[in-house]
């Protein structure tokens, strides 16, 4: 049945639409349940029902009876019309209503309906295509006939008058199906390998997302033994305060029964004295001279019979707090430092999954980052002026190199090698375009221009540049990013590991440059280069260049 005679069966007499959840009356009618029932609805003040369409009287309210079949015959329809719909494509021949259309003649440039496509002419120059909405495009806008090849040679398509009288007569041509085939092909081929790059990106992204799983699971335990180590300190300084409040109150307590003991005694003491002062009183403010004398010498009372004077019996002041017990028990403190030391670093140095994470964090940021407590003291460090260029200045406390003539360049190095442990300095510089901050073996050249830092297999640097940035060592340049910005240099200087790191500090944060790894074979120095202006340098903490910026 064609889709225009169709819909008609398919709509309802009271709402003029396709039905709805069709019912049927006992008459055979259908309607949509909601139509049939607001229709009921109004009769009920009447003694009798009817029927809307064939006015068909019921004496009571008749059932409302699903129609199953009509129902899915309504669901497929419009499964069909709204397929139809999509393309907003319709009969052109269908005047009455909009009835979708189902094919396209290129001939006439008209869409046609399944009713109407019956009936069209079946002459081969009719030719019938898929729905389009530009029908032009298929016909050759010279000759107004219908594209059959395709010229390689312009890579348009082409009608066959183009071919035989046209301006392709002796071009390669080829029907429409051949090359559709062919670039269809071409198309496989990209397809293929974008299907395989697209796997190779869902293998990446699958690699990184475990990458990034196994991180945080990593990172996790971290933060877990983290977690525990504080929560051991905590309940280590605890245990602490509450041994060295324990002693203090006990020997509080001990001195205070002391005390106590001599306020009893002396008050006895005082009490004995003040009763001999009375009666030597007494004896003063006597008249009678006999009676004075025949009392027992008062002298005895202070004094032996010989004149010799009594000793007093000592009475202790009952002592103070031992500070000895509590400065004992405050070195536990100390152990407890040691301990997380010795634990975190020990641990480091075997733990597979903080190996695991140093390795993945090479180059970055973070290396050379541990997460110990380490409280080594700042190393000392001096300026050598027996190495100094003979323009360079030192300062008297042999922290600062100067030199204020623009012209010159020079270098000096340190008092001081390392020979072994972890160091750390700091060189802050101060109104200068060019410098250079490093390290250095005392034997190195002390003339020419192999002798400066950074441009001999003998030292390492860091150079700044008119606020370019590069390492040096051996007179290989590496330049750092663009956004490096160097008016504080540390230094980090792990003899025994064979690590030498630069770093770039400011107020907020402390971020890593880059490391050099070798072997030390001498003691190594710190080392400057400098123009105009001074670099001031001073000794940090071993573990201060940890705090990489964020």
Not at 368 to 397: M, R
Not at 474 to 502: H, K, M, N
Request: hydrophobic letters at 35%; one cysteine or more.
């Amino acid at each position: 049945m064609a889709s225009a005679d169709l819909r008609q069966e398919l709509v309802c007499s009271v709402c003029l639409s396709i039905y709805t959840d069709p019912v049927t009356l006992r008459c055979g009618h259908n309607f949509c349940r909601g139509c049939i029932a607001c229709a009921l609805d109004a009769q009920e003040g009447s003694r009798a029902y009817s029927c809307p369409e064939c006015r068909a009287e019921f004496q009571k309210r008749p059932a409302l009876i699903r129609n199953i079949t009509l129902c899915n015959i309504v669901g497929s329809f419009l499964s069909t019309l709204k397929d139809h719909e999509e393309t907003g494509i319709f009969c052109c021949y269908c005047i009455h209503s909009p009835v979708p259309a189902a094919k396209s003649c290129l001939m006439c440039e008209a869409h046609l309906c399944d009713n109407h496509l019956r009936v069209h002419s079946k002459l081969a120059d009719h030719v019938l295509s898929d729905l389009t909405t530009d029908l032009g495009n298929r016909k050759c806008s010279i000759h107004k006939k219908v594209l059959e090849y395709y010229c390689t040679e312009d890579d348009v398509c082409v009608c066959v008058s183009c071919c035989l009288i046209g301006e392709h007569r002796e071009h390669q041509v080829e029907s429409l199906d051949d090359a559709s085939e062919k670039r269809k092909q071409k198309l496989r081929d990209v397809l293929q390998k974008l299907s395989t790059k697209r796997a190779a990106a869902e293998k990446r992204v699958q690699s990184l997302l475990e990458r990034r799983r196994d991180n945080q699971e990593k990172a996790a335990g971290i933060a877990e033994r983290v977690t525990t180590l504080f929560s051991d300190i905590r309940r280590q300084l605890e245990d602490l305060e509450k041994r060295v409040l324990s002693e203090i109150f006990r020997q509080e307590e001990r001195v205070s029964l002391s005390v106590s003991d001599l306020i009893q005694q002396l008050e006895i003491k005082k009490e004995e004295l003040s009763r001999k002062m009375r009666h030597i009183e007494e004896l003063c403010n006597m008249s009678d001279p006999v009676t004075v004398l025949q009392e027992p010498d008062t002298v005895d009372i202070l004094c032996d019979t010989k004149g010799r004077k009594r000793p007093y019996t000592h009475v202790h002041d009952g002592g103070d707090l031992n500070v000895g017990p509590i400065s004992e028990t405050l070195h536990t403190l100390s152990d407890i430092i040691t301990g997380i030391n010795t634990g975190i670093y020990g641990q480091e140095a075997t733990d597979p999954l903080l190996d695991v994470v140093k390795a993945e964090n090479t180059d970055s940021d973070i290396t050379d980052t541990n997460t110990g407590i380490f409280v080594q003291e700042p190393v000392d460090i001096f300026l050598d002026v027996t190495t100094a260029g003979n323009n360079i200045f030192i300062s008297g406390d042999g922290k600062t190199a100067s030199v204020t003539r623009a012209r010159f360049q020079y270098q000096v190095i340190s008092t001081r090698g390392f020979t072994s442990g972890r160091n750390c300095w700091d060189a802050e510089i101060c109104n200068i375009s060019y410098w250079r901050v490093g390290m250095c073996y005392p034997s190195i050249d002390r003339k020419g221009r192999q002798s400066h830092i950074g441009e001999n297999h003998k030292s390492w640097c860091v150079r700044g540049h008119n606020n370019k940035y590069t390492v040096m060592h051996d007179d290989i340049d590496i330049r750092l990013p663009e956004l490096t910005l160097c008016e504080r240099v540390r230094i980090v200087v792990d003899y025994d590991a064979g690590q030498l790191s630069f770093y770039s500090v400011d107020f907020y944060s402390t971020r890593h440059l880059h490391t050099f790894n070798t072997t030390f074979t001498e003691p190594i120095h710190a080392a400057l280069w400098l123009r105009k202006g001074n670099i001031i340098i001073s000794g940090v903490k071993s573990g201060a260049e940890t705090d990489a910026d964020v």
